[in-house]
């Protein structure tokens, strides 16, 4: 079964947990919608690849009980980002938002459901290190420090800017290495440059496709951050000036990698994972 | 120390977790306000209630952590429900409910900040039944039985009103019973009914309240099931037929409780709530 297939069968799982079949129709529908065709489940990948480099060939039962509440934190903070009071999004992944089809409450609801599928999971698959594992997503997603946080600071007057790139983007992708590591056993102490530093990247790369790419490119409504007043890395520094920074931020996740088992792979992994974070035409612009 | 300051005191470390003080002001505001002064603490009371009479004098240390988990996911649904697309209420408990003063943004993210801390807490502080807990909490929450599937079948055109009751009121009553005796390592098996009658007897007072107290006596708008088109016992049986049924209901919680070390002390609690539930001069009114 490849990777994709694994992810997917525990989010199926996780969505429908076995019971009886007598969820309310749109709320079980909206979390479908959410949660499927996903997008390229980058953070679950990160925490399954960094599993296997920490202990080649081992059992990844935690890791991907683990890989399967990333995803569902993830989809969970998409769904609210994009109500009418956060970004007003009205398609996301290339359809419509959830709250376009099943209307604001449903939208509401599976957010929260999704939060509580995530630690269900967790509480139901990973057989070892359930407790380490619900430690790192809360983290990643409570405040001080995680997601929910890092939204918030969009209510304040005055942003702290490291903090909210941190907390909004880079805490899902450190939840992500320091859950790989800790699901196989290993310390996480290492890992969390490496998610940190891939966490600035993809929040350039966000920035750099949302100022450069058309809505049917990018699946969603573009020039989102100016719309919204949002501080973005490419008013700041310029289309130019942006690349830059992504490329040395994939180049500071690479060489963060700590000694392990399979720290040349996890690289490789790294730098392909950059040429499909870039857009194509954007590149060749700028090179 | 008092039940309430155990309570507050796990609730307080809920809160603010021990780490360095850099969550975004509003959102930390938000959760203070939407925690304290807490409503009666129901739901963690019958949880420690539960606990103490399956096992007295034994160590409350995974009830309490159970009891400030139900608070939270409890405070998290009243914070959404309060939001514009549910009932659009500007009070609760007596003062302006978290939309008002914060804005709808931070409402949504300090109720999904709620909902992850809970099961954060359960991590950090139920040494024992950790597992188990979460799993509790997780159905009591999650689709297709817990609170957010109750609130879903709101967004239906047709509703199934034993799903909906049960889900949306009953679910966290039934998770308060069988944390309590899940916490102190007796089986929750018997203890489901208590928390079903005890979820209908609340849901029966909520709509006798609703239905004949004023916004300053109840701390809310009134007549919010009215207003929102939902379906409320005193439509269906009159005021008169609601106090009987919710006489009916306290009677049967009551007798449901098993047979254990306290069974008896529990169903004088119980009368006694029951006392507290149902508004003086309605009393007087039926009687």
Known sequence: MTVDAQISAYLEQALCTG?????PPKLKSALQHAVFPGGARVRPKLCLAVASACEP???LSDALAAAAALELLHCASLVHDDLPCFDDADQRRGKASVHIRYGEPIAVLAGDAMIVLAFQTLALK?????????LVMADATAPPNGICAGQAWESEAEID?????????AALF????????VSV????????????YLGQAYQLADD????????????????QDTRNCRPSAVESYGVSGTYQRLRGAIEAAADSVPLCAGTESLRQLIHAQAVRLTPEHLVQDVA
């Open 126 to 134: 990973a057989p070892t290190y359930f407790r380490e594992l619900t």
């Open 174 to 181: 450190v939840a992500a290495t320091r859950a790989g590591a």
């Open 19 to 23: 019971k009886a079949d007598n969820c």
């Open 57 to 59: 060939g081992v059992d």
């Open 208 to 223: 750099l496709r949302d100022a450069v790419l058309s809505p049917e490119d990018l699946g969603k409504p573009a020039k």
């Open 185 to 196: 056993g290993a310390s996480d102490a290492g890992w969390r440059p490496l998610g940190e």
């Open 161 to 169: 800017l490291e903090a909210y790139h941190n907390s909004k983007t």
